[in-house]
């Protein structure tokens, strides 16, 4: 997995369009096959580099994980990966969508809400 932390100081996967900030990042070739979206864009909500950058290292945390459970699913089971895939992302964009529903951000193990 990708160290969250060092992208702390830099501005990997964000993108400025007009004056807000959107998390940008493609879906790593090694999962591909696992996860079939090309690029993952989602609008921060914020004007502040610092926000911004602060919202990127939860958003890209939580793919970490996805990936990685995708993968742990994948050499787990290889005979049912698609079905184990769509319930991963279905779990997945459940919290995200419940969390960010209630003005939270999801961050996965362990990580809590945050506000």
Known sequence: MVDVMKRVE????LEQRGRVWWY?????????HLDTRKRIKESLG??????????RDLLAGSDDHYWASLQIADEARPSTNREVSEAVRRRYRMATVKALASGFTYQP???GLSR
């Open 10 to 13: 830099d501005n990997s996967y």
């Open 109 to 111: 193990q362990g990580g």
């Open 24 to 32: 940008n990042r493609r879906v790593p070739r090694k999962f591909a």
């Open 46 to 55: 914020t004007t502040s580099i610092e926000q911004a950058r602060y919202k």
